[in-house]
């Protein structure tokens, strides 16, 4: 018997017939004897239905009235899962969030928890109840509603399950686990039955979405097991999200991560003299423009070279102010290219493996594929390289690193 | 300026567009320096899309759940409307239930308010906000959801003003205010500029559906004048619903109702001895049919008559009890009738003006309507009719106690 938190987002309990299998679902685990705690986001669509309703009054909606219309969607889904549990034959309570009382700040849309009184749910659960809880929401020291911004069910969930120390905190997608890489981009690509949090970590910010970055954070600070498995299919055992701790696969790279959304940007030729950083990157930072990769070469003569990543919708808005930047610099050139790729490579047995990114470069170049730019962190190799050799950089480092074959124990 | 509570049903916020002319009614309000409590419903059509959804899980639905459910159709209203009021430049701040906290019993679906706390409310008018509240809902002292039945947004607006003292709880509807008679029958009806809760509580429940009963009682016990009003119309002062004091108009007669949807039984030659009129309808009570009008006529040779009448729903089902009865009791005959309408004269000044019953009978009477029931109360004298002569009957009774006509002071 184990105490599980589930999270089951908007596409899982997208209509009537959906909710009903989310309640036959979590009838198999009660069945074997879990609790079960769930927690779920609003029907698909119905974010946007409220959403169009408020811009048909304003578009300069006030945050709080907009967390009180948008948590309405959540408290329609906890209602009629209930109800669908109770029709499956099972003792079932809905709690919105303040109803739980998941304490946050005042920053509506986007509150951070500080607290979760565990007392109501827990007395409920021992009394048999599946306990049914509002994703995304909560409430502030004043009883105002909150909302955890887009996403948040997930922390929700997270934070549930920390609160309630569960043995493990399950997140229901549309994918049944993450994989060594995109199985569109790479056939090959092997779902993976355990990684680390921070792997995950590097994997969800470079671009596998299978997760919420903040809940997975807040999972490793927590020490919650996190679990990605399929609403859709029976039986997977999905991946789970651990620490790293002996039991886990001790593969040198888990996975290879890939961001299609980049530009990047050179100035060439600046004055290489200290502040020119942030003279350079102040006012693209200033105009809410996020820079991702940032590589300044040595200097040569006096003058170095400067090159930044950004997303790729920030392309032209980051090229007209770093031409600005360069005239007041007396740079010598700027030179931007929106048609490149981030691929990196991500694992914790980097850590106590030399030559990983040695093969890498290796192995990128035996397919004749140039490296702009370069970057590691403790657990990642990222490269930039033009966005047409993706596919065959994917594919060429899976083989490489023989991702496909279930890994050794070392 | 005055401190005003208004309540807007699901007709009056059905549309954004509605909802951005009833901010702009308030604006009215506020701009002449009134305080405002608005008190909405949800909009119209959303209870019963709740509903489906509800009904395609199951059909035994908890009623703690569907309270969960139906009250999201408010709360979606109270967030729209805040972002209408600030849209028009006003301050305004919205409340669930819960938040306000309209403190209820735990009758899921038909609760009773038991305590509102006025400190949040208070403040935000002293801050000069628009406070905007959900109606029809409230929590119990464990914090669940309750709901106090249909029409409950008024019960919830009679409450907050009696809560805040405010100096009129004003309900909006589609008519413009409360009539001597149904205008559709009598086109001479006037518009009643004040009547007394005590008649307005007779024509309430005679089937003028202006208001809700429950609202009008909790008014009257609170001492809250409430005022009805139209939505759609500017300007209207609509018909004050007051205490019987001195400044009332003196009419002998406020109005007549009528009420089209009721069937009457006839049990005659039953033993009149003690009980049977328990014998009666008690079965008829047990089968949860509402008896309203009841009449034994003074016994003969040991029998007696017994007449009463139900909602014209339940005239077979209450005929086939009363045929099991009669076989009982050994009656002679039970004769049903659902082509009757029930017509009632109401007024205050009944208490002090003799003869209204008998003009009523002779202006009948001279009409060849023939009476099949009399029953009446301290201010109202209502007679069952055959449903044809409604019509005749209404008009008949407008024209002999002139309520066309402007009352004169006593």
Redesign the interface.
Known sequence: MALIVQKYGGTSVGT?ER??AVARKIKGYVERGDQVVAVVSAMSGETNR?LT??S???N???S???D??L??GE??T???L???L??AGLKA??Y?G??VRILTDSEHSKARIRDIDDQ?VRADLDSGHVVVVAGFQGVDEQ???TTLGRGGSDTTAVAMAAALRADECQIFTDVDGVYTTDPRVEPKARKLDRITFEEMLEMASLGSKVLQIRSVEFAGKYNVPLRVLSSFEEGGSGTLITFEDDSVEQAKISGIAFNRDEAKLLIKGVPDQPGVAHHIVGPVAAANIEVDMIIQNIAQDGTTDFTFTVHRNDYEKALRILEKTAKELGAAEVVGDDKIVKLSLVGVGMRSHAGIASTMFETLANENINIRMISTSEIKVSVVIDEKYLELGVRALHEAFQLDAEPKRV
């Open positions: 009537t909710i009903e409220l309703l408020a048909e009054i304003t300069a909606q006030s709080r009235e907009l009180v219309l948590t309405t408290q329609v906890i209602a009629l209930s109800m669908a109770h029709h309570r809905s919105t303040g109803q109501h009883g105002n509603i």
